[in-house]
């Protein structure tokens, strides 16, 4: 008889609750089918089994040579193998290999991932390295929803073991991009962070490190900058075939430009510590150089930082709106940086925006930063006139993250 709230038989519910003895007195019965599922999401016996990780009990349905041991639920849409290798059940996935009738590169219905898609992604070693024992498992198999390999989802999770593993297959290709946002293995790894597996990756000679991907344009190195990944950034620099200066395709920032306005100084002072950075370089959207964007954001460091070089020209202005970077950090309020930029002898205080003729001392005097005003004050002797109606100087607002976020785990319920 089955429950009535979601049609599950006795042998489903013992076999999920790992109730050995039970399972054996029911599976002596001529009338009772092993492959019963229930009602709401079709899980067979053996499937709430390999769930649970009840290792006896599906060692006993697995002697049944009529028990299927390929058939998947409906809410996942995953095998008992698939389950198991998620879950990091090592046994189970071994007792189930030994089924001549289990496919190991099974995929489920929903996102088209393997048993070992799912063991990578999870950093479970033990399961990687029994499904890869297999002759007939593919390990550069891609799943349907974002065309990810396992190695992929293993850099991108940070599972240094588990990407070695895969590494000394000679059928992986570590350069493979995925068909969701073009990002490499590499590309997973610098934008998560994960220092061990870049490392790991980097010391293969046929990873490039320079791939761009196809969402956003951007490389490796690039996404690794903007994130402060300092580590990160010095390991890719140490590649002669990394050029520093690769800018995204779609805004044209350079990695120099992305660390300038985050902010992060270390990041900074890495790429301006080599000859063939580009420290001027502005970006395509707005025509901003990485001092610009600085002074904007007020980021002080960073700021003395292009200003100690001679080769920084702190005079030049936006393309957008015709802004210099005092313009920009006077109107924001920035008085230190204000007082950093005007200490170079270089320093045009008078040059006004394009878009609306206002000069650095206006602007400031228009949004009420008094002391900033007064120090461009002593420089012009000018006193500006009332600007009340001065325009907003939100012409250029912080732009969010454009770094995809890899897709989240699901929690699962019972």
Not at 52 to 79: A, F, K
Not at 157 to 162: A, S, Y
Not at 363 to 382: C, D, P, S, Y
Request: with cysteine; proline share 7%; hydrophobic share 35%.
């Amino acid at each position: 008889m089955d429950d009535i709230l979601d049609g599950r038989t006795p042998l489903s519910w013992a076999a999920g609750n790992g109730h050995e003895a039970v399972v054996r007195m029911l599976l002596e019965r001529n009338d009772v089918d092993p492959n019963i599922a229930n009602t709401e999401y079709d899980r067979t016996p053996l499937w709430w089994a390999a769930e649970g990780g009840h290792e006896e009990v599906v060692r006993i349905l697995l002697e049944r040579s009529d028990v299927n041991p390929n058939i998947s639920d409906t809410e996942y849409c995953q095998t008992p193998l698939s389950w198991a290798a998620e879950s990091g059940y090592e046994e189970l996935v071994r007792m189930l290999l030994k089924r001549s009738d289990a496919d190991p590169n099974m995929a489920d219905n929903l996102d088209g991932r393997t048993p070992l898609s799912w063991a990578a992604e999870n950093g479970h070693e033990g399961v990687v390295r029994i499904l890869l024992e297999r002759g007939d498992v593919d390990p550069d198999i891609t799943d349907t929803q974002y065309g990810r390999t396992p190695l992929s989802w293993a850099a991108s999770g940070g599972h240094e073991e588990v990407v070695r593993i895969l590494l000394e297959r000679s059928d992986v290709d570590p350069n493979m991009a995925d068909t969701e946002y073009g990002q490499t293995p590499l590309w997973w790894a610098t934008g998560n962070g994960h220092e061990e597996v870049v490392r790991i990756l980097l010391e293969r000679s046929d990873v490039d490190p320079s791939t761009v991907d196809t969402k956003y344009g951007q490389t490796p190195l690039l996404s690794a900058a903007r994130q402060g990944y300092e580590a990160v950034v010095k390991m890719l620099l140490e590649r002669d075939d990394v050029d520093p200066n690769i800018a995204g395709a779609n805004d044209g920032r350079t990695p120099l430009w992305w660390a300038a306005f985050c902010g992060c100084e270390a990041v900074v002072r890495i790429l301006l510590e080599r000859s063939d950075v580009d420290p001027n370089m502005a970006d395509t959207k707005y025509g901003q150089t990485p001092l610009s964007c600085a002074a904007e954001n007020g980021s002080e460091g960073v700021v003395k930082m292009f200003l100690e070089r001679d080769d920084v020209d702190p005079n030049m202005a936006d393309t957008q709106c015709g802004r210099t970077p005092l313009s920009w950090a006077a109107s924001r309020g920035h008085e230190t940086v204000v007082r950093m930029l005007l200490e170079r002898n270089d320093i045009d205080h008078n040059i006004a925006d394009t878009q609306y003729g206002r000069t650095p001392l206006e602007w400031a005097a228009g949004n009420g930063h008094q002391k900033i005003a007064t120090l461009l004050r002593e420089r012009t002797g000018f006193v500006p006139a009332s600007s009340a109606s001065l325009p907003s100087t939100e012409l250029f607002p912080r732009e969010p993250s454009m770094l995809p976020e890899p897709p989240s785990k699901r929690r699962r319920r019972f």
